[in-house]
Nanobody, 115 residues
Framework: QVQLVESGGGLVQTGGSLRLSCAAS????????MDWYRQAPGKKRELVAS???????AYIDSVKGRFTISRDGAVNTVYLQMNNLKPEDTAVYYC?????????WGQGTQVTVSS
């Protein structure tokens, strides 16, 4: 019911910045919450940041102060601004929409941070 298209990944040096985008096929304010996950090589997928329908946000400890999740209802898009990137941030990043009892996933976008 919800299609998510991700963009914005790439290769950056340590200390650089990227902004990931996740465009939804429906009004994002109809979605209960939007999440950003990441999966690094050889590791399980982990939740990085969340934004609820009311606008509250939450972050995993390792990215607090560096990453910011936000949304733009005019274009039905959720963003993840990533600053001061570190090599340990290297992963495939996925957005996820929580809509009713279900979750819907984007296709993933690669973020690589070189040392």
């Amino acid at each position: 019911q919800v299609q998510l298209v991700e963009s914005g990944g790439g290769l950056v040096q340590t200390g650089g910045s990227l902004r990931l985008s996740c465009a939804a096929s429906i009004n994002i304010f109809s979605i209960n919450a939007m999440d950003w996950y990441r999966q690094a090589p050889g590791k399980k997928r982990e939740l990085v940041a969340s934004i609820a329908s009311g606008g509250s946000t939450a972050y995993i400890d390792s990215v607090k102060g560096r990453f910011t999740i936000s949304r733009d209802g005019a274009v039905n898009t959720v963003y993840l601004q990533m600053n001061n990137l570190k090599p340990e941030d290297t992963a495939v990043y996925y957005c996820k929409a929580r809509y009713g009892p279900n979750g819907y996933w984007g296709q993933g976008t690669q973020v690589t941070v070189s040392s």
